[in-house]
């Protein structure tokens, strides 16, 4: 993904994916707090007189970030400005905006940017739009199948000693998918919890995959392995929907964290079972 750099020092890097929904569904979808915490991470927007002035997102303990709403413009176009990663960095301007098409269809388009003279912050741009499209994949399939719908997530990240390749061999087979065709049924093999219903998207580069559930509950399974500078990751996230899926996550979590665990152990303590920056 390149960097777009203009004369004035600004620097972008933009992604655009075409969604099912009127703007007004892709906007609840997209700017709200129950909207992305249902294809994205726990979201919250802080509000002041009946207007949203700060976006904050969880990615985990210590992972928390906010940012400050600049533009809002409902159900068209919103912007927001946090802190840079690390000390010294510029400050990161978010754009969200949503175009109608024809046919029901919308483009959600997303441009990141900062200003910089130099190339020196540009794997910044390129590490915050790194995970992005397979998140937007989610947002796609909840918007098809899941629109408006109350969701409950349940989501693990550990670190593993194998390679990238070598845990993303390990975790396709333990679940059964491993072979299986995009658009085929399966269900999971004996052994790993109640888990069925479609591939609708698998690949190996980068290694993910997006399963589309019947099984434990109307929902989206996303597996990926990656790495983060040093060792590999393997990460295995649920999102669930309908009126019984957060009874549906209290039941199944603990069966889920004791088979991630068998298979994937990690060290105990906070944050064992916590998600990263970037979806399966």
Do not use: N
């Not at 009946?50 to 976006?55: H, I, L, N, S, T």
């Not at 658009?183 to 998207?201: D, F, I, K, N, S």
């Amino acid at each position: 993904m390149s960097v777009k750099k203009e004369a004035s020092g600004r620097r972008s890097i933009q992604i655009e994916v075409e969604v099912p929904g009127t703007p007004e569904e892709v906007w609840q979808a997209i700017a709200t707090g129950p909207g992305i915490s249902s294809w994205l991470v726990p979201v919250e927007f802080e509000e002041q007189d009946g207007k949203p002035v700060a976006v904050k997102m969880s990615f985990g303990p210590g992972m928390e970030s906010r940012s400050a709403v600049t533009v809002w413009d409902p159900p068209r176009r919103f912007a927001t400005e946090a802190e840079g990663w690390a000390p010294g960095s510029p400050p990161m301007a978010s754009e969200w905006s949503v175009e109608a098409r024809g046919g029901g269809i919308c483009v959600v388009r997303i441009v990141q940017s900062l200003f910089a003279s130099t190339d020196d912050w540009d794997d910044h741009l390129e590490g915050a739009a790194y995970g992005l499209p397979g998140f937007l994949r989610t947002l796609q399939l909840y918007l098809k199948h899941f629109r408006g719908l109350r969701s409950a997530t349940m989501k693990w990240v550990a670190p593993t000693a194998a390679t990238e390749s070598e845990a993303w061999e390990m975790l396709t087979a333990a679940v059964g998918v491993k072979g299986v065709s995009v658009g085929q049924r399966w269900a999971a093999p004996a052994g790993v919890p109640t888990l069925g219903g479609v591939v609708e998207h698998f690949t190996e580069s980068p290694y993910d995959a997006l399963l589309r559930l019947d099984k434990p509950g109307p929902g989206v399974a996303a597996l990926g392995t990656f790495t983060m500078g040093g060792p590999s990751f393997v990460a295995l996230g649920f999102y669930l929907y309908g009126d019984q899926a957060a009874g549906t996550v209290a039941h199944e979590t603990p069966l889920w964290e004791a088979w991630f665990q068998e298979h994937f152990p990690m060290p105990a303590g906070p944050g064992q079972s916590e998600w990263a920056s970037r979806p399966g």
